[in-house]
Structure formats: C-alpha cells, structure tokens
C-alpha cells in the first residue's frame, strides 16, 4: 500500500511539472553537476553563512541578508510552477521597502527541469518574468553536491520536495518554516507568516 500511494504522488509530481522532452533530458543527464559553494551553518542557528555566486558571478556573502526577512526559493525554467516567478517577483517588490528579500536558487537536481546555464536563467527571468529579486548560481538542492544553504535548511525543515518550495527566515537568518511548491507567493498562508516576521 505504502509503494503504491509513493507511485501515485510521484506521478502527480511528474504531471504538475512536465518532463523534459527526450533530448533536452539527455543533455541534462551528461551535463556535469554543478560544485558546491563553500559554506556551513553557523553555531548561532542561522543558515545564511558563506559566499555564494549570483547568477552573473558576482559573489556575496550570504551574511549580508542578516537583518532581513529572507524567502529563499528553488527554482527551475522548465517546471509547470515556473508562473510562480511572477508572483514571487510581485511579493518582491510589495514587502521589499519593509527589509524583506527574496533569494532564487536554480537547480536541476529535482526532475531535470532546469537546462540551461547561469546566462541562460538571467535572460530568462529578465525576459519572461522582470525578475530583480537575487538569483544564485544554478547549484544542487537534494543530490550530491548540495548547496550548503540547501543542506542547512534541510536539516532544520526538509529538503525540497520539488521546484519552487519556500523557505522562510527571520531577520536572524534562521529557518521558521517551509511551504512546497503549491503554496502560491499569494497565498494567505504565506503572506501571513512572512508578515509575522516583518
């Protein structure tokens, strides 16, 4: 029963996100994997430590967030959340002048569903959605190697569950709480922890 109901929700997954087609699947699975930035927790429970890549190689020391209410989000171009962009871009702009900030992630460790290289997913954010919210070097959020935030946040509130879970941080840079994929940037559930941080 258990095995069955693991199927189940494994195609509802595929089905809300879309495979790749047969070629872009097999360029990803040659492509190397992305290396891990340097980085580790902090003894004071914040995960918010090391220096990261932005998607045009720019470096910045996570730290720099401290002080901030932080979403920290996996993203992927190709996965039928990819829309929520949108909307993270809005709740970026509405709460940002309040010392809120949203922080992407791209990664193509959860179901292949992000192809294409930094330039790629800037031009793409840009182009699709006028994203202005940071958005980090593609990296690893589940498998090997993953990105010493994800691998913080895992261990304080799970791993992500696919593409576009949220992580929410208070302005200390510690985890409060996590919301899979089909939490919408606008959901009232959402907005209200985040308020609650603010």
Same mark, same amino acid.
């Given at each position: 029963?258990?095995t069955?109901?693991? @199927?189940?929700?494994?195609?509802?997954? %595929?089905?809300?996100?879309?495979?790749?087609?047969?070629?872009?699947?097999?360029?990803?699975?040659?492509?190397?994997a992305?290396?891990?930035?340097?980085?580790a927790?902090?003894?004071?429970?914040?995960?918010?430590?090391? @220096?990261?890549? %932005?998607?045009?190689?720019?470096?910045?020391?996570?730290?720099?967030?401290?002080?901030?209410?932080?979403l920290?989000?996996?993203?992927?171009?190709?996965?039928?959340?990819?829309?929520?962009?949108?909307?993270?871009?809005?709740?970026?702009?509405?709460?940002?002048?309040?010392d809120?900030?949203?922080?992407?992630?791209?990664?193509?460790? @959860?179901?292949?569903?992000?192809?294409?290289?930094?330039?790629?997913?800037?031009?793409?954010?840009?182009?699709?959605?006028?994203?202005?919210?940071?958005?980090?070097?593609?990296?690893?959020?589940?498998?090997?190697?993953?990105?010493?935030?994800?691998?913080?946040?895992?261990?304080?509130?799970?791993?992500?569950?696919?593409?576009?879970?949220?992580?929410?941080?208070?302005?200390?840079?510690?985890?409060?709480?996590?919301?899979?994929?089909?939490?919408?940037?606008?959901?009232?559930?959402?907005l209200?922890? @985040?308020?609650?941080?603010?």
């Amino acid at each position: 029963v258990l095995t069955a109901a693991l @199927i189940l929700c494994a195609a509802l997954v %595929l089905a809300a996100c879309g495979g790749l087609d047969d070629e872009a699947g097999e360029q990803a699975a040659t492509t190397d994997a992305p290396q891990a930035p340097a980085g580790a927790p902090a003894a004071n429970g914040s995960v918010l430590t090391g @220096i990261q890549p %932005l998607l045009n190689g720019e470096e910045v020391d996570l730290d720099r967030y401290k002080g901030q209410v932080v979403l920290v989000v996996n993203t992927a171009s190709e996965c039928g959340f990819t829309p929520q962009f949108e909307g993270l871009e809005a709740l970026y702009k509405e709460k940002s002048k309040d010392d809120f900030v949203i922080l992407g992630f791209p990664a193509d460790d @959860i179901a292949n569903q992000e192809p294409r290289d930094d330039a790629e997913i800037a031009e793409f954010c840009e182009a699709n959605f006028g994203v202005t919210f940071p958005m980090f070097s593609k990296s690893n959020v589940v498998e090997e190697p993953v990105n010493p935030l994800f691998a913080a946040l895992a261990e304080d509130l799970g791993e992500p569950t696919f593409n576009f879970n949220k992580y929410l941080l208070d302005r200390k840079g510690r985890p409060v709480e996590r919301f899979d994929a089909s939490v919408e940037p606008n959901d009232p559930e959402l907005l209200t922890a @985040i308020d609650a941080q603010l």
